[in-house]
């Protein structure tokens, strides 16, 4: 079984190896989100009970991909979090939330952005960023065959 099966997808595997080949300079800045189809039975909101939060349930391998890119001395200095309840205001009971983000500052002068929402009408939304200091990966920012792109410098 593969817990953090994103480090397995053929395209995050291919913007890992493109970002420790050196094609963007050092990852500095890693942005990722996690949007789930909403789910208008309520499900949610009995699960919220034991799930351990947004963060936990939807963000988890956006959490792992973080510590992946930016490296393994990459230890976490600051956590700054806010969430909402736009469509399932009972996940307050449980002190949860349907959309939320997180900011984690490391002790090494990288930082990692979360967006995880439970209420994506459209449909499932993954997508990253790895940003670095000559340039930048993405992983379905827009869905195609392979969802990696290169920005360097000139285009």
Known sequence: MCGFS????????????????????????FRSQTCDMLDPSGFFVAYA???????????????DLALWFLGPNSRVKSVVASGITAVEPALRQWGDCDNAVGIVEFFNGKIAYFFASRMMAAGQEDSTEII??????TVNL??????VRVYEKGG
Do not use: E, M, W
């Open 6 to 29: 994103r480090r397995f997808d053929a395209s995050y595997r291919d913007a890992h190896s493109k970002a420790t080949s050196g094609l963007i300079g050092t990852p500095s800045i």
């Open 132 to 137: 670095g200091t000559r340039g930048k990966l």
């Open 49 to 63: 009970q034991h799930s351990g939060g947004i963060f936990v349930d939807c963000s988890i391998h956006d959490i």
């Open 142 to 147: 827009l869905p195609a065959r392979n969802l």
